[in-house]
């Protein structure tokens, strides 16, 4: 939990709260619903999303907890519900080491789940007034999820033209949300336009650093550490970083092509492909990559910041770069 890591000591009693809120969220009277919130909301979420805002939010000394929290409980309540129809179209049993709410429940079960969960958060922002233009932010982030996963979905097994491509998927499917995140954190704290603007390009650059590190651990980590089986993008035809540079730049470009684009892959084969990738430079310029978007995320920051603040976002910035699950 986030609460243990030294970056967001100024708000670990804000995620304390969040977690509290979180479940008293989910509780409903449908004992069912009740249990499979709370088995999501405690199968070791990262809270990077709430997280980020709240440390906007920071910024502003002046704010009422009680009009803070609702909104980063819908942040987390927003991104929960994405992952449980993520994981109804992939088939996934498994995420952050626990058992899916698709495979425990049934996909029937699980969508509703999901649809409940959007609700939920949608209703805590209408009821605290947020304004048009938060509520414009986070219904856009609703849109981009769904434009991401159709079009991860639509053209799986498939490795795309360029690598433009490919950021614009994790754009919609990551790094904009990471960006409204910060972006409506400094709206609520009242920032400058200039400020607010920064903001959401930090958490944007963070946000396409944080799934690059993924790719890069879906091929180098054990499946203990991520939660789910290495080399799983590959199998599911999600087609990343590493491997669009290795088909591009790599001496087994074709055979790496065939293995991706073959949606019954077979154990060995998948293990061909990841050995193919890692033994390109690919990996390499995948770092690099986070590395260069890290750098523009730090560098962007506002000196007018409480110093605090600033430094708790460049500390995130470097744990992003550094983690390994």
Known sequence: ????????????????????????????????????????????????????????????????????????????????????????LDNATTRRGSATANAKWGNNIAVLTGDYLFAKAFAAIAKNDYGTRISERLATIVCDLSEGEILQNHFGYTIPDSIDIYYERIAKKTANFIATS???????????????????????????????????????????????????????????????????HGENSEELKNIIENRQMSLEE????????????????????VTEFLNRAKNILPDSLPQSVRTSFIEIADFIGSRDY
Request: charged share 20%.
């Open 1 to 88: 939990m986030l609460t243990k890591n030294k970056m967001f000591f100024i708000i670990k009693k804000d995620l304390s709260s969040l977690e509290n809120l979180l479940h008293e969220t989910v509780t409903s009277p449908v004992d069912l619903i009740t249990d499979i919130g709370n088995h999501l909301i405690s199968s070791g979420g990262k809270r990077i999303r709430p997280a980020l805002y709240l440390l906007a939010t920071k910024s502003n000394p002046n704010l009422d907890k009680d009009y803070v929290m609702p909104l980063a409980m819908a942040l987390e309540m927003i991104h929960t519900a994405s992952l449980v129809h993520d994981d109804v």
């Open 182 to 248: 910060c972006e409506i954190g400094a709206i609520v704290a009242k920032l400058s336009a200039k400020e607010i603007d920064a903001l959401r390009e930090y958490g944007y650059c963070i946000g396409m650093a944080f799934q690059i590190v993924d790719d890069i651990l879906d091929l180098t980590s054990d499946s203990k550490k991520i939660g789910k089986p290495a080399g799983n993008d590959i199998l599911q035809g999600v087609i990343t970083l590493p491997v669009i540079h290795a088909y591009k």
């Open 270 to 289: 998948l293990n061909r492909a990841i050995n193919i990738v890692k033994n390109s430079n690919s990996i390499d310029f995948a770092r690099q990559t």
